[in-house]
């Protein structure tokens, strides 16, 4: 023996000279625990063992009886693969100790080396540990102790899977019943049930990966660990995000959202590596893998001779939404053909069913057009192949998940008019977007909160980073609209982030644009600057479109500044203005947007004191609202409110009056009692100062005659009190 060089468990590795190949190699030494009981008590205590000692020597020998050296020696000559250690020889040592001789390794473990160099740099050294790994899987054997100090280096930097001292077969039921290894590198069920499969050394390998390109673990905390939400990269700049995704799905703490086994994941990796050329044909694989590439490929085309003589236009009617284009193109952005395969099969049995539907309905003499199930169905397959085709979309996306889930044609066979049967998966996290936007923009702030949480958990669950960034971005603006200011500024930079991280410059100057807004509540008038400016820069160059909503953002955010930021906010509303009356003249569309500028416009008057300015433009914005919306509207109410403020400040107190009543009764046509009760404690607000009291205390008896019949009893006494300290004072 020459020196040590590590132990662990019950067994000590040792750095020792073959005399007889003159070379250095590696013993693993380990005690015969199963020799204990012939031992005599001299021998004991030469080895220093003592009778407590050696009863709890026996009960472990009793426990891991199967876990051996020859054992391990047995397994690792299953496998030969240049990056796994290899076994020299195994054997007796001394008398009572077992000893496994393999090559020396003098580079040292993974756990030893750091990583700062170029990024390919560290992912070759990866995918040779994956590959080393992967070559056990195909041996049949589960790994089970996956760990950086598992992994040793020669002396030229190659790295080597060892240890497979916990290993079993993957067909040892007996064995994989076991729970063994290093909990740290472990998938949460893992700990709670033992091994499954392959899955289960596929994540601690992610584990690794992970630590090698970022230099810490992928998860923030336990919790954090079992909900598989992965740490932000603190080297996202020099490691593409596309690394992270594909391990981020690896280390999912649901077996069945990981890849599949190591050839998948490693595919993955590879394509990142060394991207495919555009064009890569599906039949660049094997041979009996492209075979089965060009049968499920084929099965648009197949389909259409064989009801082309019922309908023969129904292969075409997903012909713009998937075709053999489309499939090499998802092919290169997941680095597999999963996903292809999978949204190929779904497509044909779609086919099937639609050509059947079709047939039937022409002997009938029905209509031919797709029923409202099959419709709902091409639809939703629609969403799912435009988000796997856009980057940012499909980032982080479980898109085994997402193809698992999309409904069974079958099903509309017997329910044709089942519209419903296609909703759900990519398709709903779309419109739920549009909903939540909708329900924002009404001011509907709690239909709008579970909505967005609705959102949230759907993102959550298809893995979606986009998703999740633009459900998050709505709560910030939810949390801004109900005044919780500081949770929705962590809203939005989260979100800011994200979309940077996504490389999405729109996003992230809509969320900036948000931003403007929460400082300009703050009093934060610099602020205001910095987000739209920061802002408008991209919307002047990628959403032109969008330059005058931004305008009106941060003219209102400037409003309630000193007179001279109020003036420079009622500027920019002006402009606004201005340009959506261009708008308007050049390219047509809705008016709503310039009956929008009208109302900030109005609203930025009213700041400066020119309220006889300001109604002229609320007239015109109502007018114009009527008109594409009728006089019941949400947006009503805001216009009338201001009408009444302009009113007010003039001392044109008829008109307010008029104007109040209108809207009070707007709220109780749309029994709106909550907002009711609110207005009337608005308006009772600004009478009083005014000194209008005798007109405040009318509105809170009027407001707490409606709260009587159909608020709460805290309402009736918010109403009171208010009622008691007007009159007292």
């Not at 020889?89 to 077992?98: E, K, M, R, T």
Request: hydrophobic fraction near 45%.
């Amino acid at each position: 023996m020459i020196a040590g060089i590590g132990s662990g468990g019950h067994a000590t590795v040792m750095q020792a000279w073959d005399r007889q190949l003159q070379r250095r190699v590696a013993c693993k030494v380990s005690l015969d625990l199963s020799a204990l009981h012939t031992m005599t008590p001299e021998m004991l205590e030469t080895l220093g063992i003592t009778d407590s000692a050696r009863a709890d020597l026996c009960e472990a020998a009793a426990a891991g009886r199967r876990y051996t050296p020859l054992r391990e020696a047995r397994l690792l000559a299953l496998v030969e693969h240049p990056n796994v250690i290899s076994v020299i020889d195994v054997g007796l040592f001394q008398l009572h100790f077992i000893a496994l001789v393999m090559p020396y390794m003098p580079g040292g473990t993974l756990e030893e080396r750091e990583f700062l160099g170029p990024w390919k740099d560290t992912l070759e050294v990866a995918l040779q540990i994956g590959r080393g790994l992967a070559a056990i899987h195909d041996a049949g054997i589960l790994h089970r102790d996956l760990k950086p100090n598992n992994i040793l280096f020669d002396a030229d930097g190659r790295p080597f899977v060892a240890d497979l001292g916990l290993a079993c077969l993957v067909n040892d039921s007996l064995d994989m019943g076991d729970r063994v290894g290093t909990k740290e590198y472990m998938a949460p069920a893992v700990v709670e049930r033992g091994f499954l499969d392959v899955r289960d050394d596929l994540y601690a390998y992610c584990m690794i990966v992970y630590e090698m390109f970022h230099g810490h673990s992928p998860f923030a905390s336990m919790a954090d660990r079992e909900r598989g939400r992965v740490s932000k990269p603190s080297r996202a700049d020099r490691v593409p995000r596309s690394i992270d995704k594909i391990l981020a799905r690896g280390l999912a703490p649901d077996a069945g959202k990981r890849w599949p086994n190591m050839a998948a994941l490693l595919g993955a990796l590879e394509a990142v590596h060394q991207p495919a050329k555009p064009g890569w044909p599906w039949t660049a694989a094997v041979c009996g893998v492209a075979i089965a590439a060009s049968v499920a490929v084929g099965l648009l085309v197949s389909a259409q001779p064989a009801h082309a003589d019922a309908c023969e236009d129904i292969s075409g009617e997903l012909a713009s939404i998937w075709d053999d284009e489309i499939q090499s193109e998802l092919r290169g952005a997941f680095g597999n053909r999963q996903a292809g395969d999978g949204l190929d099969r779904w497509a044909g049995r779609w086919v099937d069913v639609r050509a059947a539907e079709c047939s039937a309905a022409k002997a009938s003499g029905a209509s031919t057009k797709p029923s409202p199930c099959s419709a709902s169905l091409r639809d939703r397959f629609q969403a799912t192949v435009q988000a796997f085709r856009t980057p940012h979309l499909r980032e982080g996306l479980s898109y085994a998940t997402v193809i698992a889930e999309l409904p069974d044609p079958d099903h509309c066979i017997d329910h044709p008019h089942d519209a419903e049967w296609g909703y759900g998966g990519l398709l709903e996290l779309r419109n739920i977007d549009v909903e939540v936007q909708a329900l924002v923009g009404m001011g509907d702030l709690e239909v709008a909160r579970d909505r967005q949480q609705s959102y949230m958990n759907l993102s959550l669950e298809l893995r979606s980073d986009y998703g999740v960034a633009r459900a998050m971005f709505w709560r910030g603006e939810i949390r801004r609209l109900d005044g919780e200011l500081d949770g929705a500024v962590q809203d939005f930079e989260r979100a800011y982030e994200e979309a940077w991280a996504m490389g999405l410059g729109v996003f992230g100057a809509e969320v900036q644009m948000k931003l403007a807004a929460v400082a300009g509540a703050r009093g934060e008038f610099g602020s205001v600057d910095a987000y739209a400016l920061g802002a408008r820069g991209v919307f002047v160059e990628y959403r032109p479109d969008r330059v005058a909503e931004l305008l009106q953002v941060h003219g209102l955010g400037l409003l309630a500044g000193p007179e001279n930021v109020r003036e420079r906010g009622v500027a920019l509303l002006l402009h606004a203005v201005e340009l959506r009356e261009a708008e308007l003249q050049n390219h047509g569309g809705t008016r709503e947007r310039l009956s929008a500028a009208h109302e900030s416009y109005a609203r930025g008057l009213l700041a400066v004191h020119r309220a006889g300015e300001a109604l002229e433009y609320l007239e015109l914005a109502l007018r114009v609202h009527q008109e594409e919306f009728g006089h019941g509207s949400w947006r009503t109410r805001a216009l009338l409110m201001l009408k009444f403020f302009a009113f007010v400040e003039l001392g044109r107190l008829a008109n307010a009056e008029t104007v109040e009543r209108g809207l009070l009764k707007l709220d109780a046509d749309n029994e709106a009692w909550g907002r009711y009760t609110e207005d009337a404690f608005t308006l009772a607000n600004r009478y009083s100062a005014t000194g209008e009291f005798r007109r405040a205390a009318e509105v809170l008896q009027a407001g707490r005659h409606m709260a009587s019949q159909h608020g709460s009893q805290e309402e009736v006494w918010r109403f009171d009190i208010a009622i008691e300290e007007l009159v007292g004072g």
